[in-house]
């Protein structure tokens, strides 16, 4: 086996992101054959070499993971918190695997996420050239202008370069509406940023779709394995030329909005008869005389 980059190798193995692997090296917790590591350009060969993280041997990779875990609220995208809060890491109960998250999904928000232990896999998805679009559904408090709402999807200032253009599409109307927004990058905190720019508070953010996965039926904690299937289309995606996709998309009917409690209310009080005749049952043609 050719020797790699020390940063790629621990990325391929599940131990981290290959920036995050990087962090790691410099920080002195790597070792190579006994010896701490602290120069990035270094190369070895995990067959033939010993590699330790924090004193931990590593070993190839035979089996690749791919999760797709429905992030609640109030958890924290990383495997170790040093202020000891909830992590991603500690929702994969029973998982033998050794996994890390593909990107990041704000404390405070909620919905898709993907992990796994294949490096090549996270690095394509994550980026910046990958243009992959994720899907979010946005509380805001107050409804945008048409004026604003162009701006948005043209595109904001934001720490010196105007993001890309973005998809926005009015789901639920009110003095506190919602919003699916579709990006194909994902600076620190964009969407938060981005009303905030137009005047406009977030109260909600859920992340339904990465590419072609969706959150679907996953409650709050739950995850998933990707299917083979899943993972050659996110990768083909990923690697597409002719630049991204087509931003407006249809509202997906697996991952649906929070109903109000007054809603929940009256569903729960609707008939059989009620709900069959509401979803339109078909009433047999007349016969002909």
Do not use: C
């Amino acid at each position: 086996m050719p020797e790699e980059r020390l940063q790629k190798i621990l990325a391929g193995v599940g131990i981290a992101s290959r920036r995050k692997a990087e962090e790691l090296i410099l920080e002195g917790r790597v070792t190579l054959n006994g010896q701490t590591v602290t120069e990035l350009g270094t190369k070895a060969d995990i067959e033939r070499d010993h590699i330790k993280v924090d004193g931990r041997l590593l070993r190839p990779v035979t089996n690749h993971v791919y999760i797709a875990l429905n992030k609640p609220d109030s958890v924290v995208t990383t495997a170790h918190d040093p202020q000891r809060r909830t992590t991603v890491m500690d929702l994969l109960k029973g998982l033998k695997a050794r996994v890390y998250p593909v990107g990041r999904l704000d404390y405070h928000s909620d919905g898709l996420l993907l992990l796994t232990n294949d490096g090549e896999f996270a690095n394509t998805i994550i980026s910046a050239k990958s243009h992959i679009p994720k899907t979010y559904y946005v509380k805001v408090k107050g409804a945008l202008t048409l004026e604003a709402e162009e701006k948005f999807r043209t595109g904001i200032p934001l720490s010196g370069k105007r993001t890309a253009p973005a998809g926005l599409k009015l789901i639920r109307k009110g003095d506190n509406p919602w919003y699916e927004v579709t990006l194909i990058e994902g600076r620190n905190q964009q969407i938060r940023i981005m009303f905030k720019h137009l005047g406009h508070l977030v109260e909600k953010l859920r992340r339904v779709r990465i590419g072609v996965v969706e959150l679907g039926k996953l409650k709050p904690g739950e995850f998933r394995f990707l299917d083979q299937e899943e993972v050659a289309k996110l990768m083909k995606m990923a690697k597409r030329e002719g630049g991204p996709v087509d931003l407006v998309r249809p509202r997906p009917d697996s991952a649906r909005l929070p109903q109000s409690p007054a809603k929940k209310t009256a569903a729960k009080k609707a008939s059989p008869k009620a709900t069959k005749k509401h979803v339109g049952t078909k009433r047999p043609a007349p016969k002909k005389r």
